[in-house]
């Protein structure tokens, strides 16, 4: 295959995605009651973000994520969402200005391309090409990409997978343990559930203490995620993976025409808000994105079971639960 900035926005022909999440009538029930909470939590219409924190409550995945982090402990899950929206209100992930964060993608240290076997959105990070100083725009810049990756889900995804290479780092532009333990409560607290898999490749050596340094942070979930050099052609299709890691897809980054691939595939307006978006809190899976429209126009309890969401068959009457 020849050399391409072509993004991949879309997953393989034929990707089934999965997996397909259903739940009890009892489990459902607790979904409901977990959102009735978190509705009791929003900001006033009259507050900015209000609409904002709607759109993400309104998410099909968002309320049972939470509960499957949870395990299905109410109470616990009431904790996690009230702390995710508190996080939100001050962080504002959703509404990251693209400019402000663009610096950080210059060297392509983070890059969003490619989709694995599940359908899941791949990061890749390389830290070798750190670019900038330690600082809180290095943060944002991660949550900007972790929104990007949530954006290009396809229906019925609600994971991704980020490789990590570690080809050319040294200890100069490896994360220090403090960063690294921003970023997992990030992932691990804000996110949850939403990494599938975590892949990483080519680690040296001398860089195998940093491992050991986070080990205490990881959650037993998060760690069951990691692999350590594994056959990456095992878990993504060959022309949906990077050549640098074996697969046909010989991706040439080029900065500005990758932004604005980006940027335009998750029509992300100039102020982080969204084009073409009639209303943000009717947003329930991508459908104000050119391009891009929703199973569940409508759809805005965020209750509906994922199966359906996926535009796939329902399932028994009789179901377990998905881990």
Same mark, same amino acid.
């Not at 990456?232 to 993976?241: G, S």
């Not at 929703?294 to 359906?308: N, P, Y």
């Given at each position: 295959?020849?050399?391409?900035?072509?993004?991949?926005?879309?997953?393989?022909? $034929?990707?089934?995605? &999965?997996?397909?999440?259903?739940? /009890?009538?009892?489990? !459902?029930?607790?979904?409901?009651? *977990?959102?009735?909470?978190?509705?009791?939590? #929003?900001?006033?219409?009259?507050?900015?973000? @209000?609409?904002?924190?709607?759109?993400?409550?309104?998410?099909?995945?968002?309320?049972?994520?939470?509960?499957?982090?949870?395990?299905?402990?109410?109470?616990?899950? +009431?904790?996690?969402?009230?702390?995710?929206?508190?996080?939100?209100?001050? =962080?504002?992930? %959703? *509404?990251?200005?693209?400019?402000?964060? +663009?610096?950080?993608?210059?060297?392509?240290?983070?890059?969003?391309?490619?989709?694995?076997?599940?359908?899941?959105?791949?990061?890749?990070?390389?830290? &070798?090409?750190?670019?900038?100083?330690?600082?809180?725009?290095?943060?944002?810049?991660?949550?900007?990409?972790?929104?990007?990756?949530?954006?290009?889900?396809?229906? &019925?995804? %609600?994971?991704?997978?980020?490789?990590?290479?570690?080809?050319?780092?040294?200890?100069? /532009?490896?994360?220090?343990?403090?960063?690294?333990?921003?970023?997992?409560?990030?992932? !691990?607290? @804000?996110?949850?559930?939403?990494?599938?898999?975590? #892949?990483?490749?080519?680690?040296?050596?001398?860089?195998?203490?940093?491992?050991?340094?986070?080990?205490?942070?990881?959650?037993?979930?998060?760690?069951?995620?990691?692999? =350590? $050099?594994?056959?990456? #052609?095992?878990?993504?299709? +060959?022309?949906?993976?990077?050549?640098? =890691?074996?697969?046909?897809?010989?991706?040439? =980054?080029?900065?500005?025409?990758?932004?604005? !691939?980006?940027?335009?595939?998750?029509?992300?307006?100039?102020?982080?808000?969204?084009?073409?978006?009639?209303?943000?809190? $009717?947003?329930?899976?991508?459908?104000?994105?050119?391009?891009?429209?929703?199973? #569940?126009? &409508?759809?805005?309890?965020?209750?509906?079971?994922?199966?359906?969401?996926?535009?796939?068959?329902?399932?028994?009457?009789?179901?377990?639960?998905?881990?």
């Amino acid at each position: 295959m020849s050399k391409t900035r072509q993004v991949l926005v879309t997953p393989a022909l $034929n990707t089934e995605v &999965g997996p397909v999440r259903t739940y /009890t009538e009892e489990q !459902q029930g607790m979904l409901k009651a *977990l959102r009735e909470y978190a509705d009791t939590l #929003l900001l006033p219409e009259s507050d900015s973000y @209000h609409e904002w924190e709607l759109r993400w409550l309104n998410k099909w995945d968002t309320i049972a994520r939470y509960m499957r982090a949870a395990k299905w402990n109410l109470e616990d899950g +009431k904790k996690r969402i009230k702390n995710t929206m508190e996080w939100r209100r001050e =962080f504002k992930p %959703d *509404l990251i200005p693209p400019d402000e964060v +663009k610096i950080e993608s210059e060297t392509g240290k983070i890059i969003l391309t490619g989709f694995d076997n599940q359908g899941r959105p791949i990061i890749y990070m390389r830290p &070798g090409r750190e670019n900038t100083e330690t600082g809180p725009r290095q943060l944002r810049h991660l949550v900007w990409w972790l929104e990007r990756a949530k954006d290009l889900m396809p229906p &019925g995804q %609600d994971s991704l997978v980020i490789i990590v290479d570690y080809k050319s780092t040294t200890l100069r /532009t490896n994360p220090s343990i403090s960063v690294a333990r921003k970023v997992l409560t990030i992932l !691990q607290q @804000h996110y949850v559930e939403t990494l599938g898999r975590a #892949l990483v490749v080519n680690l040296p050596m001398i860089l195998s203490f940093f491992y050991k340094g986070i080990s205490p942070f990881l959650d037993p979930i998060t760690r069951d995620k990691m692999r =350590f $050099n594994p056959d990456l #052609l095992e878990l993504i299709p +060959k022309e949906q993976l990077d050549a640098d =890691f074996g697969g046909d897809y010989e991706f040439e =980054f080029e900065p500005n025409t990758y932004w604005d !691939q980006i940027v335009a595939a998750c029509g992300i307006a100039p102020d982080g808000t969204r084009v073409q978006s009639s209303s943000p809190e $009717n947003d329930t899976r991508g459908a104000d994105q050119p391009g891009r429209t929703s199973c #569940l126009e &409508g759809e805005t309890d965020g209750l509906k079971q994922e199966a359906d969401v996926a535009c796939l068959p329902d399932p028994p009457e009789e179901i377990s639960a998905a881990a």
